[in-house]
């Protein structure tokens, strides 16, 4: 029973190596190809810079406004309140509101609550209801 499983590795092993050997017969670029294709990458603008990871997009159309006049129209939009303040995207939300609570209010009610036994024991919460796929 061993040998046939110990067969079986042996054969997949076997099976991996001679697909990375086929997969290196490709003969290697000299060293002046590669630079050649560098070069005509570079002409043609399809090298990422360096230290930026990923390919740059292409610019989209230039504006057809003046500089002068953006400037205004962003200026007259903050003045009506248009514009998001700085730090205070759209993704984030509002925090909750105060508690009109104070501290010694929110433990006294805890402890009353403990006194009662309404409040769960710290690990002893009931299990989860079990999810079906």
Known sequence: MNFKNVGSVIAAVAALLAQSAIAQTEAPKARADVKAETAAAKKKGDVTPAGEGTAQEKAGAKST??????KAETAAANKKGELTKSGEGASQEKAAPKSSK???????ETTAAKKKGDVTPAGEAPAAPAVKK
């Open 65 to 70: 406004k003046a500089r002068a006049d953006v």
């Open 102 to 108: 104070t501290r010694a209010e929110v433990k006294a």
